[in-house]
Structure formats: structure tokens, C-alpha cells
């Protein structure tokens, strides 16, 4: 089966600029999840969606980050004005269900430089 | 919150020889262990999984073992090879919509 897809898979951008990233989840899988991972650390997660709406955005700084996934399929994250701590690997995972111990499937994820 | 304490940072070890890295939570209504592996540059992969109502499993060289009452699980990798080398990150959920708490993860290293 194919896996999680995303992209860009880098990007460069200036501080206080914007940029987005998208991520295409397994078939069929209902939750998505978005993680940080900052280097040297475990991921972070973001924020959690079952379908098209959220279950957990307890960790995502919003007054710069949103994200979206409309349709239950696809969704991005955009980041808005970026800030040089926002230097990272995104992350996109998905599971089938929201149910506990459900494996997550990670995405090769977007490695950001805010410079 | 969830807090997910791994230890050790690094860990070298000669080919052949096993490697231990372990992890301590304080959740006490977190029921499910995963384990992941991340080489360089690369997307975590799930190696093995425990949940709460067992206390050991097995998968060829890979075994995790978890100690509710003290909060704290284990990864042991016997007879370790090359390929072995990687980044490994514990993480733990609860109930609640199955959501990991990762801990700092671990290089280890094995040397041919």
C-alpha cells in the first residue's frame, strides 16, 4: 500500500515569512496527525484530526500555525509569520481510527530552515 | 500532561553485543508503548508495540518489557548488527484518542 505522502520535503524560507505544507494520509485512513520534531528531540505532536475536524490542537501555537484537512482526506499546515524557532521537521501521520493503539504511519515530512 | 523520559542518549555498542534503552512515563492511565525506529534522514518506522495487559513481547531480536507499577518500559535489541544503528523513540498513549507523548530518543550505534 502506498504510504504517507508529503511534500515539499524542503524548504527555505526567511523569518516572518509564510509557507504551508501538505500531506496526503494512507487510503482510508480516518485520523491525521501533524508532529514537530525538532532536531534532537521525539516528535511533538501539533494536532489531531478524525476526519475533517479537530480532536486535539492543545500544542499548536496558533496565533502562527493553522491547519486544515477540509475533506477528510488531504491537509496542510501553514505557518504565518514563521519565526527562526520554527526550524524543523514536520511531520504527517495517519492511523485507520482514533482508537487507542492504533499504529500511526508516519510521512517522510518537510524539513524547514527559517533563516 | 504525558512526560516521556528515555534514557540513554547515545549508546554504543559492539556488533553482536545487546543494547538496552529504556523509558519511564507519568501518566499512570497510559496503556499503550510503542517503539520507533528513525534512520538518518528518514521517516520513524513502528518496530514493536506493548499494551498495558502484557508485560513482555517478542519479535526475533526485539523485545520490550513494561512495568506498570513503576511507570517504565524497555527496549532490548540481542545480537545487534550494523543496520541496527539508528535513532529509537519510545512514546506512550492513554485513552484519550490515541495521541503519543515521544520521548527524546536514543542514537545508538553498533560497531562492526
Known amino acids: 500500500e502506498a504510504g504517507v505522502a508529503q511534500s515539499p520535503r524542503y524548504k527555505i524560507i526567511e523569518k516572518r515569512q509564510s509557507v504551508a505544507f501538505w500531506c496526503n494520509p494512507i487510503s482510508g485512513h480516518a485520523t491525521l496527525y501533524w508532529y514537530q520534531q525538532i532536531l534532537g528531540q521525539g516528535p511533538k505532536l501539533l494536532i489531531q484530526f478524525q476526519n475533517n475536524g479537530v480532536v486535539d490542537d492543545s500544542q499548536l501555537p496558533k496565533d502562527r500555525f493553522s491547519a486544515e484537512r477540509l475533506k477528510g482526506v488531504d491537509s496542510t499546515l501553514k505557518i504565518q509569520p514563521a519565526k527562526l524557532e520554527d526550524s524543523a521537521v514536520y511531520l504527517c501521520?495517519?492511523?485507520?481510527?482514533?482508537?487507542?493503539?492504533?499504529?500511526?504511519?508516519f510521512g517522510p515530512g518537510t524539513r524547514l530552515l527559517v533563516l | 500532561g504525558e512526560n516521556v523520559e528515555q534514557h540513554p542518549s547515545t549508546l554504543s555498542v559492539q556488533e553482536g553485543d545487546s543494547a538496552v534503552i529504556k523509558c519511564t512515563y507519568s501518566?499512570?492511565?497510559?496503556?499503550?508503548f510503542p517503539w520507533y525506529k528513525q534512520e538518518l534522514g528518514k521517516r520513524p518506522q513502528l518496530i514493536i508495540d506493548i499494551r498495558s495487559n502484557v508485560g513482555e513481547k517478542k519479535d526475533q531480536r526485539i523485545a520490550v518489557t513494561l512495568n506498570k507499577t513503576a511507570k517504565h518500559f524497555s527496549l532490548h535489541i540481542t545480537e545487534t548488527q550494523p543496520e541496527d544503528s539508528a535513532v529509537y523513540f519510545c512514546a506512550a498513549s492513554n485513552n484519550a484518542g490515541n495521541m503519543l507523548t515521544f520521548g527524546g530518543g536514543t542514537r545508538l550505534m553498533v560497531k562492526p
Open positions: 501521520a495517519s492511523s485507520l481510527g482514533q482508537a487507542t493503539q492504533e499504529t500511526q504511519y
Open positions: 501518566d499512570s492511565a497510559s496503556n499503550y
